[in-house]
């Protein structure tokens, strides 16, 4: 080893100790007689220190010609320091160098290597090596390998096996697009990268293997948005012989280990939510119940009072901000503006003020009297001192700007701590969901979800209202992992197939190995898959994702840094049977 | 759950316990008033029993109707066996039945379900699913899962972290045809998938992470032989700061580690043989150490004898086959036979029997005197009864014909015994290989491999004479992992850049990324990467590392349970930007 020592790791004990110490240099400071540098690497930082006094010449001359980020290795003893500094680990000490070696010179970085970076978003993509320097991004990553560990350890401890299933697998068009792979063997073929194991996952439950998981990359051809990435990592499991609940409980269980583990944080039991509870008190699937601020539905209070926007609305429906009924009328209406904007797309927000005196004050004063108001106040639960905010319109629309609201309510009221962990299982979700555009069914989760079997006998007359043993675990509003109970008989998959348009000969082509590995034994079985990526930051406390993969892509999919996908040779593109065939963009 | 115990975990202490159990149906035997059923799950086999003048008559009628593979799940009493089985650890115990439900039918599978199998290999590839139920099969996967997870446990306790290198990288024509996916969003433009991550694992060390692991996926799109896969999985490390011998350290500790844990073996420190060493006594740079059978160069003793095929050859050379004097006629006809397959490619064997009696016969008898012989023997170190195996020719093809000649003297004397695990390192590789066809040298490790510093003085006049400090990890003649110190200096990568052959413009377009990254303090680095299926095959003690892979492909690449790589839709093709383009064979 060219140390004998990290950065991290001496301590006042170690004083006198003859070390090597390897790393870059973090920071220089020149003081005329006496010169400190910080070494730095994985592990922390090390100061050193010369004295042009007692120092060698040469030494001090090696010294001064450094810069940030060289890599050098250096000998020397330990010393206490005169001035301690208790921010770090190796505060107490410092070396005393006697023979200093650069390893590697180093230009100057295009950004600061520190926690706080000057460096733009593009420009620390594209030296995401560099990047990957900072403390901050590489204890991202730390975090990561740790939650991989501790999944691995509850996972084998609960007797799931590991089992690589393959990257080169089939296209199927259900779904999101795939990316696919040329073959040079199969002329005119290709392989396709999978958006999950689901398939074969299901096969080894077929297979006996009873309880399946793996840390799995995916891949989606999709257009990005800022949080998503084309390869993304999946906590993928199936058990057989289960029901719903087993499988709640089992990954209930490693989401409150890895909690435990991690961050030292035990969470209570996980309450569980029906969907249409959800959307009916949320309106959304992944509620954030860090706050309450649930719906109230005001139509029987708040219809033939005469205002025609009420009237007209197929619901109406609002939210109590407890203690804001002093908000200004700026503030009112930047809440106003804030819904109509089109991503919100309410077109307009009542608002009730519930004073202090118990008097009230709204927008909608001409058509509702101190009464009217009184008794919306009552439904809601509003106290002296609240606000209401009430939405109008349509039903599934009013409910999704809502929930914006609530959600902006939830972020300006300081509600909404990172530091708060409130996880919950959405249950009960439905199997299928009409496409007004393409006019057919699509499956809410996938083809391959059970309906509940109290509801099979609705799915020839009305498949909508179909539930399935399908749930979603919610942590502070983000969908961390999501599964089902799968269907293991040929004949519903068939169905299945049949109510989503496929043909049975497009079902056989796609699925037929699945379709016939249920006629030979297939045991009940079901699972759960969790977004790692997403997991991740939220365990760093982060919305991106991004900051938790080391060698991520931009927002078109593009890898910066080795600047790829990029043009490949005339030959590979022969020896693949494919040609280029520009697409004319109108 | 659908269970209270799974078929392996029942014991006599269970008796009288009322429990339910699910599980395949391996076996029934009805003899007449009473019916045995064997059912099994991946922990075991549990028996059982049904008495027809006890039982009910619905009940006993339900078992007539069962098949081999049916998925049931029965509810009854542990009972101690009159007839105890002491081959399965269930085998004091059976189930009095009393209620009994098919959860799933079974066609009857394709091939015997049992150990031993009537099922060909392609039938067993089509139908995979059923493949994994046989228990030999299902043990591998089990003991790649073991493997997996303490590999990863060493390797976090020994403080490396697993890091997810990316999956859609750029294709370099270096080494190995890639798999490329073309770009949707870039038009024209391809990723490529990894043929190892070994351009990020460098750029992980020049960010500092010191210990980097990860067991990933890796790619080549190569001509298949019997023992490859165009998805393979490595066990991928990186350290900084680091000598060779370090490295050796910590990777011989892992493989130490897994012997220990797995197979309870303690394996003693690995020897380190010289790439020059291993070629000369071994003609192969992976020897099978558990026998010896050196080589030995006879040159001096056997030119200049009159024999004209000795007297051509650049090389002498044989090995002392142990106590087969007395090999007949046959025999020695079957080994010369035997080398003189295209394969091996020797043109001829010259085979010395050392009598018991201390006189020598041989083949050339009218070239060399019994005291040319004895000086043989000497030379060689054969004792009487021993048979002296020689050929001779160019030097290089001589050695490797040989090698196969003392691979299969080996195992014909029963000195390769899959019960014996003999590991050591092979170390000092030469950097560069010189290609006759293309008249340049080939990176024999990559074009990453650092020259030895003492060396690089020669790199300008006689490249080939370099060496690197690159390592192969060999065990049982099988080359496990490899590895080497890496250049981490830029001018350095130029000139090897340059050495093969790439231009400066190539190197920059190809590798610039690290070589800019190697100007920004770039750390001494090396590492090492294990091929995890056939770590996995050489723990299971086959031969195939099919036989490990969950889900293989068979020797054209091809998915024949999932018939993968298929034709894509063309709509799929055009928003590709791609056509197909037929090639036409000659």
Same mark, same amino acid.
């Given at each position: 080893?060219?140390?004998?020592?990290?950065?991290?790791?001496?301590?006042?004990?170690?004083?006198?100790?003859?070390?090597?110490?390897?790393?870059?240099?973090?920071?220089?400071?020149?003081?005329?007689?006496?010169?400190?540098?910080?070494?730095?690497?994985?592990?922390?930082?090390?100061? *050193?220190?010369? &004295? %042009?006094?007692?120092?060698?010449?040469? #030494?001090?001359?090696?010294? =001064?010609? +450094?810069?940030?980020?060289?890599?050098?290795?250096?000998?020397?003893?330990?010393?206490?320091?005169?001035?301690?500094?208790?921010?770090?680990?190796?505060?107490?000490?410092?070396?005393?160098?006697?023979?200093?070696?650069?390893?590697?010179?180093?230009?100057?970085?295009?950004? *600061?290597?520190? &926690? %706080?970076?000057?460096?733009?978003?593009? #420009?620390?993509?594209?030296? =995401?090596? +560099?990047?990957?320097?900072?403390?901050?991004?590489?204890?991202?990553?730390?975090?990561?390998?740790?939650?991989?560990?501790?999944?691995?350890?509850?996972?084998?401890?609960?007797?799931?096996?590991?089992?690589?299933?393959?990257?080169?697998?089939?296209?199927?068009?259900?779904?999101?697009?795939?990316?696919?792979?040329?073959?040079?063997?199969?002329?005119?073929?290709?392989?396709?990268?999978?958006?999950?194991?689901?398939?074969?996952?299901?096969?080894?439950?077929?297979?006996?293997?009873?309880?399946?998981?793996?840390?799995?990359?995916?891949?989606?051809?999709?257009?990005?948005?800022?949080?998503?990435?084309?390869?993304?990592?999946?906590?993928?499991?199936?058990?057989?012989?289960?029901?719903?609940?087993?499988?709640?409980?089992?990954?209930?269980?490693?989401?409150?280990?890895?909690?435990?583990?991690?961050?030292?944080?035990?969470?209570?039991?996980?309450?569980?939510?029906?969907?249409?509870?959800?959307?009916?008190?949320?309106?959304?699937?992944?509620?954030?119940?860090?706050?309450?601020?649930?719906?109230?539905?005001?139509?029987?209070?708040?219809?033939?009072?005469?205002?025609?926007?009420?009237?007209?609305?197929?619901?109406?429906?609002?939210?109590?901000?407890?203690?804001?009924?002093?908000?200004?009328?700026?503030?009112?209406?930047?809440?106003?503006?804030?819904?109509?904007?089109?991503?919100?797309?309410?077109?307009?927000?009542?608002?009730?003020?519930?004073?202090?005196?118990?008097?009230?004050?709204?927008?909608?004063?001409?058509?509702?009297?101190?009464?009217?108001?009184?008794?919306?106040?009552?439904?809601?639960?509003?106290?002296?001192?609240?606000?209401?905010?009430?939405?109008?319109?349509?039903?599934?629309?009013?409910?999704?700007?809502?929930?914006?609201?609530?959600?902006?309510?939830?972020?300006?009221?300081?509600?909404?701590?990172?530091?708060?962990?409130?996880?919950?299982?959405?249950?009960?979700?439905?199997?299928?969901?009409?496409?007004?555009?393409?006019?057919?069914?699509?499956?809410?989760?996938?083809?391959?979800?059970?309906?509940?079997?109290?509801?099979?006998?609705?799915?020839?007359?009305?498949?909508?209202?179909?539930?399935?043993?399908?749930?979603?675990?919610?942590?502070?509003?983000?969908?961390?992992?999501?599964?089902?109970?799968?269907?293991?008989?040929?004949?519903?998959?068939?169905?299945?197939?049949?109510?989503?348009?496929?043909?049975?000969?497009?079902?056989?082509?796609?699925?037929?190995?699945?379709?016939?590995?249920?006629?030979?034994?297939?045991?009940?079985?079901?699972?759960?898959?969790?977004?790692?990526?997403?997991?991740?930051?939220?365990?760093?406390?982060?919305?991106?994702?991004?900051?938790?993969?080391?060698?991520?892509?931009?927002?078109?999919?593009?890898?910066?840094?080795?600047?790829?996908?990029?043009?490949?040779?005339?030959?590979?593109?022969?020896?693949?049977?494919?040609?280029?065939?520009?697409?004319?963009?109108?």
């Amino acid at each position: 080893m060219l140390r004998t020592h990290t950065c991290g790791e001496l301590r006042i004990e170690n004083k006198d100790a003859q070390v090597s110490l390897c790393g870059w240099v973090q920071r220089i400071r020149d003081k005329g007689g006496m010169i400190w540098l910080d070494l730095r690497d994985r592990y922390g930082i090390t100061q *050193l220190s010369f &004295d %042009e006094s007692r120092d060698d010449a040469a #030494l001090i001359e090696q010294v =001064r010609q +450094l810069g940030r980020e060289f890599v050098i290795q250096v000998q020397g003893v330990v010393m206490e320091r005169y001035a301690k500094n208790d921010k770090i680990p190796t505060g107490a000490i410092e070396i005393k160098v006697d023979q200093l070696t650069v390893l590697n010179s180093a230009k100057l970085p295009p950004f *600061l290597i520190e &926690d %706080e970076t000057d460096g733009g978003d593009e #420009l620390r993509m594209k030296y =995401r090596y +560099l990047d990957l320097r900072r403390a901050p991004v590489r204890n991202n990553l730390m975090l990561r390998h740790r939650l991989m560990q501790a999944t691995r350890r509850y996972m084998d401890h609960q007797g799931f096996l590991e089992v690589e299933t393959p990257v080169l697998i089939k296209s199927t068009p259900e779904g999101a697009r795939d990316f696919v792979v040329p073959s040079r063997v199969h002329e005119g073929e290709f392989y396709a990268l999978p958006q999950s194991p689901q398939t074969f996952k299901q096969l080894l439950m077929v297979s006996g293997f009873d309880k399946y998981f793996q840390i799995v990359k995916c891949f989606r051809d999709e257009d990005l948005r800022a949080d998503r990435q084309p390869e993304f990592t999946q906590i993928d499991c199936e058990m057989s012989f289960v029901e719903q609940e087993d499988i709640l409980n089992t990954f209930e269980g490693l989401v409150k280990y890895l909690f435990k583990e991690i961050k030292g944080i035990e969470l209570p039991d996980f309450p569980r939510m029906t969907y249409a509870d959800a959307m009916k008190n949320y309106g959304c699937d992944k509620p954030d119940t860090r706050f309450g601020m649930a719906f109230k539905e005001l139509n029987h209070l708040a219809q033939n009072k005469g205002f025609q926007v009420f009237d007209d609305a197929a619901l109406v429906v609002g939210i109590v901000a407890e203690g804001c009924a002093e908000y200004t009328r700026k503030q009112i209406d930047a809440l106003t503006d804030y819904v109509r904007r089109p991503q919100v797309g309410a077109k307009g927000l009542v608002w009730v003020k519930y004073n202090a005196d118990g008097s009230f004050k709204s927008g909608v004063d001409k058509f509702f009297s101190q009464d009217d108001l009184k008794a919306f106040a009552d439904h809601m639960g509003a106290k002296p001192g609240d606000l209401m905010l009430i939405l109008a319109g349509d039903e599934n629309k009013t409910r999704s700007a809502l929930n914006e609201l609530r959600l902006k309510m939830g972020t300006d009221l300081g509600l909404r701590n990172k530091d708060d962990y409130q996880a919950l299982w959405v249950i009960d979700f439905p199997l299928l969901e009409w496409d007004e555009d393409t006019q057919r069914y699509y499956a809410m989760h996938h083809p391959f979800t059970a309906p509940k079997p109290e509801h099979v006998s609705y799915l020839k007359e009305n498949p909508g209202s179909v539930n399935a043993n399908a749930y979603d675990m919610v942590i502070n509003g983000v969908e961390v992992g999501g599964g089902s109970i799968r269907i293991h008989d040929r004949e519903m998959q068939r169905r299945m197939f049949e109510i989503l348009g496929f043909s049975d000969e497009e079902a056989k082509e796609q699925f037929g190995f699945l379709m016939d590995a249920f006629e030979y034994g297939a045991p009940p079985h079901g699972g759960v898959a969790f977004g790692f990526d997403r997991l991740c930051s939220l365990f760093g406390g982060s919305d991106s994702i991004r900051d938790f993969i080391a060698f991520p892509k931009n927002n078109a999919g593009r890898d910066v840094m080795i600047d790829s996908p990029s043009a490949i040779a005339d030959e590979q593109l022969k020896e693949l049977h494919i040609k280029i065939a520009p697409t004319t963009k109108s």
